[in-house]
Nanobody, 125 residues
Framework: QVQLVESGGGLVQAGGSLRLSCVVSGRTISSYSMGWFRQAPGKEREFVAAISWSRSGTFYDDSVKGRFTISRDNAKNTVYLQMNSLKPEDTAVYYC??????????????????WGQGTQVTVSS
């Protein structure tokens, strides 16, 4: 079975940094696009960042451009989200996802078919 396990969330002050990790088992991620999404209480899950399988192209929501960086270590079958200059508005549960569906947008939630359990990120003022 395909499993995604996120870690690295926690409590941080505004302006601080966190690095989230997503370890994937059951499938080699080198051939698949990977994404990070987040969901705050009372809000819909939204796109944060993605990295494509081809040439490791990256995509970011405008709200995190210049602050967050998505990367992958194929040897470790792990995807990372480096989050710098964190803001209170970044507070949410962050989810890692794998996109095995082709022909769909890399930035759409519906394009991803495997998900992790989420890790909480809380940014204080």
């Amino acid at each position: 079975q395909v499993q995604l396990v996120e870690s690295g969330g926690g409590l941080v002050q505004a302006g601080g940094s966190l690095r989230l990790s997503c370890v994937v088992s059951g499938r080699t991620i080198s051939s698949y696009s990977m994404g990070w999404f987040r969901q705050a209480p009372g809000k819909e899950r939204e796109f944060v960042a993605a990295i494509s399988w081809s040439r490791s192209g990256t995509f970011y929501d405008d709200s995190v451009k210049g602050r967050f960086t998505i990367s992958r270590d194929n040897a470790k079958n792990t995807v990372y989200l480096q989050m710098n200059s964190l803001k209170p508005e970044d507070t949410a549960v962050y989810y890692c996802a794998l996109k095995s569906i082709t022909g769909r947008s890399t930035t759409l939630l519906s394009s991803y078919d495997y998900w992790g359990q989420g890790t909480q990120v809380t940014v204080s003022s």
